[in-house]
């Protein structure tokens, strides 16, 4: 329930009938939750050191497919698999060809989501099987509740990320011998959610800054924060897996020379729309040979690429994310279940 300035949100009959109104977006939502919820228990059942990454991901992706009925754009994936591991903090997931095996001392981000009717739930959690990082792991799930509790409609970015900060930052980890400050990963944010957009247009900062804005009635946000005991900023670097049409190029007509490139793009709008999408995803609608054309559509601006964020090589990141609806008389925390 909403406090202080908020509160009388709770009892006003006007906002209860507004939040009546939105019934089926919210039941859309919390049915991707709900898959979302049984997915990672599934996840958090088999996943352990030896597997390859390429075999953890493709049960996950699976298995929501499968509970959610999965049924092209109408429900189904909202974003490729992120399974980043150690330095990389998001946006990895193995192509096909990438033999990575999860070794007993990662500390792996499973990052994934699920839409139905366009409503994307987006919430990650981090695995690690050696104790000596559980800090790491209780830095994020710390800085995320605490994020999640300030939120709220009227919160300010700028507070928001101001106590997201304190939270990680009052930890830290040893690690052979030597004990590391725990950062927030500065330039990584949560962010508004918007339908079949995942980044929605508005970035809720995990540091303390200057941003005025403030959140909305009716939004529903990706509350992640992330945590290092690196630098605590990330750059792009590795072989990218991760694509997404650009939003504000959907309704313009972009002249394609490459009748490979027409072909993908035909394939990318048929089968994700303004849904992020990898590689993998390709491969398997018999798009075998698609770099040529995918680069292409990249060039022309069409897609953009999302490579894999980095910090310094040897240290380790953890990540936690929810997704919370701001309903007119209430806070819901839809991806919340008995894990975290």
Known sequence: EYTGNNAFR????????????????????RRA?????????????????????VDICQRLESKYRELVAANGLEC?????????INHVAAHYTP??????????????????????????????????????????????????NVGVRESGIDARFSEIGAAIQEAIESYEIELDGKTHQIKPIRNLNGHSIGP????????VPIVKNSEATRMEEGEFYAIETFASTGKGYVIEDLECSHYMKD???????????????????????????????????????????HLMALKSLCDAGIVNPYPPLCDIKGCY????????????????????????
């Open 10 to 29: 709770t009892t006003s009959e006007e906002k209860r009938e507004l939040d009546r109104l939105n019934t089926h977006d919210y039941e859309q939502a």
């Open 33 to 53: 939750a709900e898959v979302h919820r049984q997915t990672r228990k599934y996840v958090q059942s088999y996943i352990k050191p030896g597997m390859k990454m």
């Open 76 to 84: 189904g994936s909202a974003f490729p698999t992120g399974c980043s």
């Open 95 to 144: 192509n096909y060809g990438d033999n990575t095996v999860l070794q007993a001392d990662d500390v792996c981000k499973i990052d994934f989501g699920v839409q139905v009717g366009g409503r994307i739930i987006d919430s990650a959690w981090t695995v690690a099987f050696n104790p000596r990082y559980d800090n790491l792991i209780k830095s994020t799930q710390d800085g995320t």
């Open 196 to 203: 079949y957009r995942v980044h929605g247009g508005k970035s």
């Open 247 to 289: 939003f504000d190029m959907v309704d313009r007509h972009v002249p394609l020379r490459l009748k490979s490139a027409k072909d993908l793009l035909n394939c990318i709008n048929q089968n994700f729309g303004t849904l992020a999408f990898c590689r993998r995803w390709l491969d398997d609608l018999g798009q075998q040979r």
């Open 317 to 340: 990141t953890s990540q936690m994310e929810h997704t919370i609806l701001l309903r007119p008389n209430c806070k819901e925390v839809l991806s919340r279940g008995d894990d975290y």
